[in-house]
T-cell receptor, first 110, second 113 residues
Framework: AQRVTQPEKLLSVFKGAPVELKCNYSYSGSPELFWYVQYSRQRLQLLLRHISRESIKGFTADLNKGETSFHLKKPFAQEEDSAMYYCALSGGNQGGKLIFGQGTELSVKP | EAGVAQSPRYKIIEKRQSVAFWCNPISGHATLYWYQQILGQGPKLLIQFQNNGVVDDSQLPKDRFSAERLKGVDSTLKIQPAKLEDSAVYLC???????????FGPGTRLTVL
């Protein structure tokens, strides 16, 4: 079964603390993994995708095929990082449709 | 570049009534998706169009949901009749190619009473 699991519904950290949002997936094949973010009163938008191997807004994510994980990390959280974060996967033969996790709300306190 | 547009932004109806949502994708985007996002969950694909043809509607409850994209541009999603469990945000997304970034609209929040 194709599935994305984000075990934490809410993650609360203080400004300047490291952040790790967990994502595990189940997929038979070679999926493409994404992190999407939704800031308050804004639309869902792409944060990063594993094939680009970029660092966006200080966030990075490494695909670990052995552990089937794609955790999102940032060394020093900022208040403006507070948002809903969704991990998603797309299969090579799935026509591009995204399978999303249930989301993790990140709250960065001052 | 203008983003994906959706209307209405909010809709409240009673169960068994009908409702329709509209989506205008980014100009030139051939692929259009409708997702349903129930409160506390991630978005779930309902239907995918490539131009005006359906690519995937395996998760669309076809006894009550229908969607069309007649000219390969705008799309409408209809629910008839609505049930309480249809209360959700309906998201439209578009992309120029299915391997490219999906751009999402602001969504339509449906409340069924």
């Amino acid at each position: 079964a194709q599935r994305v699991t984000q075990p934490e519904k809410l993650l609360s950290v203080f400004k300047g603390a490291p952040v790790e949002l967990k994502c595990n997936y189940s997929y038979s094949g070679s999926p493409e993994l994404f992190w999407y973010v939704q800031y308050s009163r804004q639309r869902l938008q792409l944060l990063l995708r594993h094939i680009s191997r970029e660092s966006i807004k200080g966030f990075t994510a490494d695909l670990n095929k052995g552990e089937t994980s794609f955790h999102l990390k940032k060394p020093f959280a900022q208040e403006e990082d507070s948002a809903m974060y969704y991990c998603a996967l797309s299969g090579g033969n799935q026509g591009g449709k995204l399978i999303f996790g249930q989301g993790t709300e990140l709250s960065v306190k001052p | 570049e203008a983003g994906v547009a959706q209307s209405p932004r909010y809709k409240i109806i009673e169960k068994r009534q009908s409702v329709a949502f509209w989506c205008n994708p980014i100009s030139g985007h051939a692929t259009l998706y409708w997702y349903q996002q129930i409160l506390g969950q991630g978005p779930k694909l309902l239907i995918q169009f490539q131009n005006n043809g359906v690519v995937d509607d395996s998760q669309l409850p076809k006894d009550r949901f229908s969607a069309e994209r007649l000219k390969g541009v705008d799309s409408t999603l209809k629910i008839q009749p609505a049930k309480l469990e249809d209360s959700a945000v309906y998201l439209c997304a578009s992309t120029s190619g299915y391997k490219d970034t999906q751009y999402f609209g602001p969504g339509t929040r449906l409340t069924v009473l």
